[in-house]
């Protein structure tokens, strides 16, 4: 590979056991040397063979985070966006399963006719591509690029052996090592145990990595003595050992590492010079998080409450929006289901604001219309996103509007009211890999709405990831019946924004904008939701 730009690669791998916030790492280190002035972004490399995880359930993989651009990617790219507030591309994310989409079309193209095609060079060489790509394009300083999976992971290893030659093309004052792994707590014996972090170093060194710097995740300090021994047996400096212990919000994690000096070391190994980390602003949203005034309830009524990480970035934005009205909101997660059985109000009375969030298929849907009906009725502020808008809209067909049994075509067919169904362009799609309405596009406000209050101006864009809209046939007699259509795509003529009448607050946006919430900028409508919640309570 041919080094084009002066662009510097960070490369952050895992080792000992998956979760341990590798995504936060990557970008806090990203979020530092962004205040210093430099030029970055992040590539997420994920080993699985899917071509991006929009196909999987969210219960096995989290969010499926999207960028503007509609690429369907990994979660840990809204983490790298909430932190350096710099947009992801569909370049920011590669899997397995594209190196080897573009690999193969390759060879049958016959660009290594007469060759055979192997592991190393044809897979390694595209992988370094991608990350060349991305530091030339962007003509960056610094390109973090964040390794998913553990170190020792079968289908890790062209990564790593990928990560491992770029350090040998680009000279060692050009590349850098991050590792993390896990120092646990034994309880039993009262002790930090350093073995773990110690195999899994020796891990790498067998791939031909020495790791420059370990961030040593754990829950309890660990003490001088152990940090020497994993520095002494890792071959690592001392001060390049870095403790990283658990914090009460991710959001303390960047400043926890600028007071270990990790962005000075790193400038230091990489011989960047650069102001310091200006972090004034992070601390004081940082600082609000920790110390709130008031404290309000939120049910979230969904179908993927067993996994959190399915509502990543939801519980992020009121993480901004509490911050911002300078309250904790606490998150009732709430199962539809469960609201199908028993109702709707022993388990919604005690919070202050109710949000149905997106989802996919007809599971629990009638549980989610039922809060619904209990938000409109009770007064109770009300935030629908992608389906959980759709569902607004049914119930409201259904019990003001008089069209009995209304509902979506992605839950019934054979409807004599179709209220939400299928644009004609989707009803030819057959399949299913990247196919949704996606990514950014424009919405026209109503003046005097609720959204026009919390936007401030008529032309908003925000991010999309659904096949289903509100059916245009019906928009008139809902009108008529007193839903205000507060926002519209006027281009493709679509509903995007919908709003109750004599309610104090209840909104339903057909996209996420939960995806473009920062700690430093909490999206609007979040930030007037748990406003409109702190005031019911009151
Ligand atoms: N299932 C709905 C659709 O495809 C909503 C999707 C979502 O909530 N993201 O339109």
Redesign the pocket.
Same mark, same amino acid.
């Given at each position: 590979m041919q080094k084009k730009t002066g662009t510097k690669f960070i490369f952050v791998t895992g080792g000992v056991v998956s979760a341990l916030g590798k995504g936060i790492a990557a970008a806090s280190i990203g979020l530092l040397l962004k205040q210093r002035g430099l030029k970055v972004s992040i590539l997420k490399l994920d080993p699985y063979l899917n071509l991006d995880p929009g196909t999987m359930s969210p219960m096995q993989h989290g969010e499926v985070y999207v960028t503007e651009d509609g690429a369907e990617t990994d979660l840990d790219l809204g983490h790298y966006e909430r932190f350096i507030d710099v947009n992801m591309t569909k370049q920011n994310n590669a899997t397995a399963g594209q190196i080897y989409e573009t690999v193969l079309s390759n060879e049958r193209r016959g660009d290594y006719l007469g060759g055979t095609v192997q592991v190393i060079p044809h897979v390694t060489n595209e992988i370094k591509n991608r990350i060349q790509f991305i530091a030339d394009e962007g003509k960056l300083d610094v390109l973090i690029v964040e390794i998913g999976g553990t170190v020792g992971d079968i289908e890790s290893l062209p990564f790593i052996e990928a990560i491992r030659q770029i350090k040998y093309d680009a000279g060692s004052q050009n590349a850098l090592y991050v590792h993390l792994t896990y120092v646990p707590y034994i309880a039993a014996a009262g002790e930090i145990k350093t073995k773990p972090t110690q195999h899994s170093v020796k891990n790498l060194l067998e791939l031909g990595i020495q790791p420059d710097i370990l961030i040593a995740r754990t829950e309890q300090p660990i003490p001088k003595s152990a940090k020497e021994k994993i520095a002494l047996f890792c071959n690592v400096e001392k001060r390049c050992v870095i403790e990283a212990k658990d914090q009460s919000t991710i959001y303390q994690v960047p400043i926890e590492f600028n007071n270990y000096k990790l962005d000075e070391i790193i400038c230091e190994k990489l011989g960047i010079e650069a102001p310091e980390s200006d972090l004034e602003d992070w601390k004081k949203f940082v600082k609000y998080i920790k110390t709130p005034a008031h404290n309000v309830k939120i049910a979230i009524v969904g179908k993927y409450v067993g996994l959190k990480d399915s509502y990543k970035s939801i519980i992020e934005a009121f993480v901004h929006a509490g911050s911002e009205n300078k309250a904790k909101v606490e998150l009732k997660w709430v199962n539809s289901e469960d609201i199908e059985h028993s109702g709707p109000a022993d388990i919604l009375s005690d919070v202050s604001g109710i949000l149905v969030p =997106? =989802?996919?298929g007809d599971r629990g849907i009638e549980g989610k219309l039922l809060a619904v009906k209990y938000a409109r009725e009770k007064k109770v502020p009300f935030f629908g996103i992608?389906?959980g808008m759709?569902c607004a809209v049914i119930e409201f067909a259904r019990n003001v509007g008089g069209m009995k049994n209304a509902n979506s075509t992605?839950f019934a067919r054979k409807l004599k009211f179709p209220v939400i169904d299928l644009m004609a362009d989707q009803k030819k799609i057959k399949i299913k890999g990247g196919t949704?309405r996606l990514g950014a596009f424009e919405c026209e406000i109503e003046k005097g709405t609720n959204m026009f209050n919390a936007y401030q101006k008529t032309t908003i864009s925000e991010r999309h +990831?659904? +096949?289903?809209e509100v059916n245009n046939e019906y928009i008139n007699t809902l009108e008529d019946c007193g839903l205000v259509l507060a926002g519209k795509n006027k281009m493709l003529n679509l509903v995007e924004a919908i709003e109750m009448p004599d309610h104090p607050w209840f909104v339903g946006v057909q996209y996420h904008p939960e995806l473009k919430s920062r700690l430093t900028k909490t999206h609007p409508l979040f930030r007037d939701f748990v406003k409109a919640a702190i005031n019911f309570q009151k």
């Open positions: =997106g =989802g996919f992608c389906l759709q992605e949704m +990831r659904h +096949r289903f």
